[in-house]
């Protein structure tokens, strides 16, 4: 039996959409590589898009309009807090601090040393 991809250590996992116009985006993508784009409600009442490809969720829309529009990669690590701890140590800047989102996991944003923006997650099934 193989182990879901994105619960393994190092692997890219998600890719959130940051930033632009949320319909003018989704369109383009639906458009373009024929994705299908779910919003969904957030506990917090926010809506979130999420990006599927056939059945496989890939990627999101989250609720920021900030510009300019970027792509954002997530990273599976093992433990987020510690992992950010050792990008510090290598100058990394954190952007968003490690915090934990109900039902999805432990997550944070950072710049790697050479400007590159990137996140780091622990899935909540891998924190059980």
């Known amino acids: 039996m ?8 190092g692997n890219f996992s998600w890719m959130s959409h940051i930033g632009g116009d949320r319909s003018e985006v989704t369109d383009f993508y639906r458009t373009l590589i024929g994705w299908e784009l779910v919003d969904q409600t957030m506990a917090n009442g926010a809506t979130y898009t999420v990006i599927k490809n ?33 990008a510090e140590t290598r100058g990394a800047k954190v952007v968003e601090p490690a915090r ?29």
């Open 54 to 86: 056939g059945e496989q969720m890939v990627g999101g829309l989250p609720p920021v309009t900030e510009t300019p529009a970027q792509w954002l990669p997530y990273i599976t690590v093992d433990d987020v807090d510690a992992r950010v701890k050792t």
């Open 100 to 128: 934990t989102v109900e039902g999805v996991g432990r997550m944070a944003t950072l710049q790697d040393p050479f400007g590159a923006s990137f996140a780091l997650i622990t899935y909540e099934s891998q924190m059980k």
């Open 2 to 9: 193989s182990q879901d991809p994105n619960l393994i250590h």
